[in-house]
């Protein structure tokens, strides 16, 4: 936070930003950054057009977290919880992101699987201490909790992920036997009968709801 404070004093700053790097602003620290925005369908056009503007990756932190690319592309995360809501999470979210990119993911993948082993970290820690009640270093002791989940995938119907990287875009999902591919940026897990979203790719429109794009 206290870096992006920095750099929004002058807007100058922003074009030391080194390409392919990821910031990681809140709505509020996103305005001081590039100005103020009527809605959240103007914030995300801006988004879209600093992102390629700038060659950087901004993870929009917020309910529905989006991770905007410099080709212009939108992920929406659907983990998480209102306990993240706490000084701190911002700091875990961005050193698990940095654990990924010193492990050799590339940016996109490590900004998308950060924030989604994030919010699933959060999601367990809530389930034990309460929204109410968790904090931000409770998060921290679960993320290996989500690696074990992601571990039972196979046996949960998850057939294969492409790369080591977590490309979501292709992913292959048995169900009842019948292999069927998907595109289009969703990654699913079978538990039983429910099916667990771990990441979609959305289309928005001005004025309309959010779509997650998934075809065979």
């Excluded at 667990?196 to 997650?212: E, P």
């Amino acid at each position: 936070a206290d870096a992006l404070n920095l750099i929004s004093k002058n807007p100058e700053n922003l074009n030391l930003i080194p390409k392919k790097s990821i910031i990681t602003p809140h709505p509020k620290e996103f305005s001081r950054l590039f100005g103020e925005s009527k809605d959240s369908f103007e914030r995300l056009e801006l988004a879209k057009s600093k992102a390629k503007e700038l060659n950087i990756y901004i993870v929009l932190k917020g309910h529905h977290t989006q991770i905007i690319t410099p080709e212009g592309n939108v992920f929406y995360n659907i983990t998480g919880n209102s306990g993240l809501a706490k000084g701190g999470s911002g700091d875990v979210l961005l050193g698990i992101i940095t654990s990924f990119l010193a492990q050799g993911y590339s940016p996109e993948n490590a900004a998308i699987f950060g924030v989604w082993l994030h919010g699933k970290a959060a999601d367990f820690t809530a389930e034990k201490y309460s929204k109410e009640a968790m904090l931000a270093s409770d998060v921290i002791q679960h993320i290996g909790e989500v690696f074990k989940y992601l571990q039972k995938a196979e046996d949960y119907g998850l057939n294969k992920v492409e790369n080591p990287g977590f490309d979501f875009s292709k992913v292959i999902q048995r169900s009842r036997g019948v292999a069927t591919k998907m595109s289009g940026g969703i990654a699913f897990l079978m538990k039983k009968n429910k099916i667990d979203v771990i990441m979609g790719t959305a289309t928005v429109q001005k004025g309309k709801k959010v779509s997650v794009t998934d075809k065979e």
